[in-house]
């Protein structure tokens, strides 16, 4: 199994139920790949290096989970369809775990 890590950014006004919800169709994402998710990691609020769809500042929360691969582009096309995600970004962590 392979380590990823998935950090999205995420609208700054979402209340606390839309991002528990969001992370919930996350977390059904890897369950549903087979994948298991080892930590939520939400940031807080932080200001923006540039502006992304006008605004000014956004929700930062990382998702690490161990995978063989086949997760990544499901969860990747929900985030893209997500209107509150202004960015995503994946990374392997680790090549084997």
Do not use: N, W
């Not at 509150?84 to 392997?92: G, I, N, S, Y």
């Amino acid at each position: 199994m392979r380590e990823y890590e998935t950090t999205f950014i995420v609208q700054p006004e979402i209340s606390e139920e839309g991002c528990q919800a969001l992370l919930a169709r996350v977390d059904g994402i890897l369950e549903r790949e087979g994948a298991i998710r080892l930590l939520h990691d939400d940031q807080g609020k932080r200001k923006l290096a540039y502006e992304i769809r006008k605004f000014q500042k956004g929700r930062y929360v990382t998702t690490h989970y161990l995978d063989q691969g086949q997760a990544v582009e499901p969860l990747e096309r929900t985030l893209r369809l997500e209107e509150t995600v202004l960015r995503f970004l994946t990374v392997q962590v680790a090549d084997a775990v």
